[in-house]
């Protein structure tokens, strides 16, 4: 046998031995009864982080957020980068900084943003956010009730619903009562999962709209000449449209 034939046949079994003694190992401990959670294993990951009087959250710079509707304001950090964060209180906002990567062009596909430091970000009701060079996913896989928000997107790709690329065909339906989004140079794709009762949206120099068959009951959409629209057949009916005056 040649020496890269030894190679890839001592890889291959090393990858299936290690493969199945971990799954062994999950197996063991579920026979045992030592089992996480999701909350255990975030837990595990994340440092959770809580801070008082929070009705205003600043996203600032290369990251890749998930956005949680809460009755309180909590941020998690990755333990692994936790020093890839600074963060500090100014009255009643919160400001999270992430200064270690070049920031990517905001149209571009999501795995593009891959790298980024991740964080969670559990928002109270009403909370305005507003996210400068990044990436960020609005969830309510929890179908929290009265969920509204208003967004400030400079540079930033922001994603409705939570889309799981593996798992398309599968979704809860997460309700979000009011949506207010204010994009410039930026992107906001509105995923399936995602039924929004009334969305405002002003779309500004250079900013991306696409509806991934999601459900509106009704929208005001301002654009400009520099406007890239996707718009599906039925919810075209439900947007009302006006041109921003420069």
Same mark, same amino acid.
């Given at each position: ?78 333990? !692994?980068?936790?020093?890839? #964060? ?7 906002? +919160?400001? =999270?900084?992430?200064? @270690? *990567? ?82 410039? !140079?930026?992107?906001?794709? #509105? ?7 009334? +969305?405002? =949206?002003?779309?500004? @120099? *250079? ?40």
């Amino acid at each position: 046998m040649k020496t890269s034939d030894k190679i890839l046949l001592y890889s291959a079994s090393f990858a299936l031995t290690a493969f199945v003694g971990t799954n062994l190992l999950h197996y063991a401990k579920y026979r045992a009864g030592d089992i996480l959670d999701a909350k255990a294993i975030n837990a595990q990951d994340y440092a959770s982080h809580t801070l008082a009087g929070i009705h205003s959250i600043v996203l600032d710079g290369p990251m890749r957020a998930t956005l949680y509707p809460s009755d309180h304001l909590e941020f998690d950090l990755p333990r !692994n980068a936790e020093g890839a #964060f600074e963060y500090r209180q100014q009255g009643d906002s +919160l400001i =999270l900084f992430s200064r @270690d *990567r070049k920031a990517r062009d905001p149209h571009d596909n999501w795995y593009s943003y891959q790298d980024y430091p991740q964080v969670h970000i559990y928002f109270p009701r009403q909370a305005y956010i507003h996210i400068r060079n990044g990436f960020a996913s609005l969830s309510n896989e929890e179908d929290r009730k009265e969920v509204s928000a208003s967004f400030l997107l400079e540079s930033s790709q922001l994603w409705v619903g939570a889309y799981r690329p593996l798992a398309d065909t599968i979704y809860a339906i997460e309700h979000f009562d009011s949506l207010r989004v204010s994009a410039i !140079n930026s992107n906001i794709i #509105f995923n399936k999962q995602s039924h929004i009762a009334h +969305l405002d =949206l002003r779309l500004d @120099d *250079r900013s991306d709209a696409e509806d991934r068959f999601s459900s509106i009951d009704s929208a005001v959409y301002l654009v400009d000449s520099n406007t890239n629209l996707r718009i599906r057949g039925k919810n075209s009916k439900k947007i009302r449209f006006a041109t921003i005056d420069h």
